[in-house]
Antibody, heavy 118, light 106 residues
C-alpha cells in the first residue's frame, strides 16, 4: 500500500533553513505528483507546492515562492522540502501528500513538526 | 485565487444527530470539491471527492452535495468516532482549503 514516511521534528533558529524528507513506498515514485501542505498550530491547511518526480517539474503557491524549495531523489524514492530564512511564522506541521487518479491529496505522510525558536 | 469560506467554524452535536457543514467558493468550482477529516495528532484523511463520491472505506452516513459555488457535507447519525475537524478543498483551479470545522460532542 502507499506509504509516505516523513522525517522527524526539527527545532531551528530564526534565520536558518530546514530540510525535511518524505520517503515514498508502495507505488512507482516517478508516476505521481507529490505536494507539500502546511498546517499552523490549530489552523487550517495551505498548499505550498508540488513536484513531479519523473521530471523535477515544480509548481508553487505564490505565497511560498522563495520560501520553499522542492527536490527529489529518484534513487531512494524520497521527496524533500527545504524552507529558508525561517521565522516564527514558519513554525507548523508540514505534510507531504500524494495525488490519486483525479483527486489531489489522497495519501498523506504523518507530518513533520518544525519549531522556529532561538 | 479561489477562496473557500467554510462554516460553521465549530459545531456541537449529540450522538445520533445529523450535522451539516457548508463551503462557499469565491467562484464556480465545477463540483471539484473534496472533504477531509482530521483527528488530533493525525494527518487529514480524504472522505469524499468530486462533491459526492465517497472514498473506499468512508461510511455511508457521510454525504456531500452541491454545485456552482455552494457545497455541503453532512454526517447523519453522528458517532463518537466522527469527532474531528473537517476541511473542504477546492481543486478546480490549483488547491484551496476551507478554514475547517471542529465537531465536538454536546
Amino acid at each position: 500500500q502507499v506509504k509516505l514516511l516523513q522525517s522527524g521534528a526539527a527545532l531551528v533558529k530564526p534565520g536558518a533553513s530546514v530540510k525535511m524528507s518524505c520517503k515514498a513506498s508502495g507505488y512507482t515514485f516517478t508516476d505521481y505528483w507529490v505536494s507539500w501542505v502546511k498546517q499552523s498550530h490549530g489552523k487550517s491547511l495551505e498548499w505550498i507546492g508540488e513536484i513531479y518526480p519523473n521530471s523535477g517539474a515544480t509548481n508553487f503557491n505564490e505565497k511560498f515562492k522563495g520560501k520553499a524549495t522542492l527536490t527529489v531523489d529518484k534513487s531512494t524514492s524520497t521527496a524533500y522540502m527545504e524552507l529558508s530564512r525561517l521565522t516564527s511564522e514558519d513554525s507548523a506541521i508540514y505534510y507531504c501528500t500524494r495525488e490519486a487518479t483525479a483527486v489531489p491529496f489522497a495519501y498523506w505522510g504523518q507530518g513533520t513538526l518544525v519549531t522556529v525558536s532561538s | 485565487d479561489i477562496q473557500m469560506t467554510q462554516s460553521p467554524p465549530s459545531l456541537s452535536a449529540s450522538l445520533g444527530d445529523k450535522v451539516t457543514i457548508t463551503c462557499q467558493a469565491s467562484q464556480n468550482i465545477n463540483k471539484y470539491i473534496a472533504w477531509y477529516q482530521q483527528k488530533p495528532g493525525k494527518a487529514p484523511r480524504l472522505l469524499i471527492r468530486y462533491t459526492s463520491t465517497l472514498e473506499s472505506g468512508t461510511p455511508s452516513r457521510f454525504s456531500g452535495s452541491g454545485s456552482g459555488r455552494d457545497y455541503s457535507f453532512s454526517i447523519s447519525n453522528v458517532e463518537s468516532e466522527d469527532i474531528a475537524s473537517y476541511y473542504c478543498l477546492q481543486y478546480d483551479n490549483l488547491w484551496t482549503f476551507g478554514g475547517g470545522t471542529k465537531l465536538e460532542l454536546k
